[in-house]
């Protein structure tokens, strides 16, 4: 897999956790503020250790993913997927500009008997 499939699977793998078990372990993570180490350790040894583990954990892969070039990844994924977008709607408006021009510069019908095509010679400027 690519790094961007496997950062993209990681991440949905946490979607199934981030809902309302991360925004609550997210929440106690705000309110926490260590002063000294002893004060993690109690954390890891109590209550509130999934909370913690759970967020660090979260962005620790986030900045993992980052600094490995993951998100770099993404970005040009998606600067290559928009730039092909574009790229498709202007030829389809190209398309449709010259297929109207083409409808409304259509000539009469002529009969078989007589030339015809001088009307696109004169139309492009070859006859001038």
């Known amino acids: 897999m690519s790094k961007y499939e496997d950062a993209d699977l990681i991440l949905k793998l946490?979607?199934?956790?981030?809902?309302a078990t991360m925004?609550?372990?997210?929440?106690?993570l705000f309110t926490f503020n260590?002063?000294?180490?002893?004060d993690v350790i109690e954390v890891l040894l109590g209550e509130h250790s999934g909370h913690y583990r759970m967020v660090i954990s979260y962005w620790d892969m986030a900045a993992a993913m980052v600094n490995n070039g993951a998100i770099d990844e993404w970005r040009e994924?998606?600067?290559?997927?928009?730039?092909?977008?574009?790229?498709?709607?202007a030829h389809q408006a190209k398309l449709t500009r010259s297929l109207k021009k083409a409808?409304?510069?259509r000539?009469?019908?002529r009969s078989s008997a007589e030339l015809s095509?001088?009307?696109e010679f004169d139309r492009d400027g070859l006859l001038r």
């Open 14 to 19: 946490y979607d199934l956790r981030r809902e």
């Open 23 to 28: 925004r609550e372990a997210r929440n106690w």
């Open 34 to 38: 260590p002063t000294s180490v002893q």
């Open 77 to 89: 994924h998606d600067l290559a997927a928009k730039a092909e977008n574009r790229r498709r709607a």
């Open 103 to 105: 409808k409304s510069a």
């Open 107 to 109: 000539p009469p019908e």
């Open 117 to 119: 095509g001088w009307e």
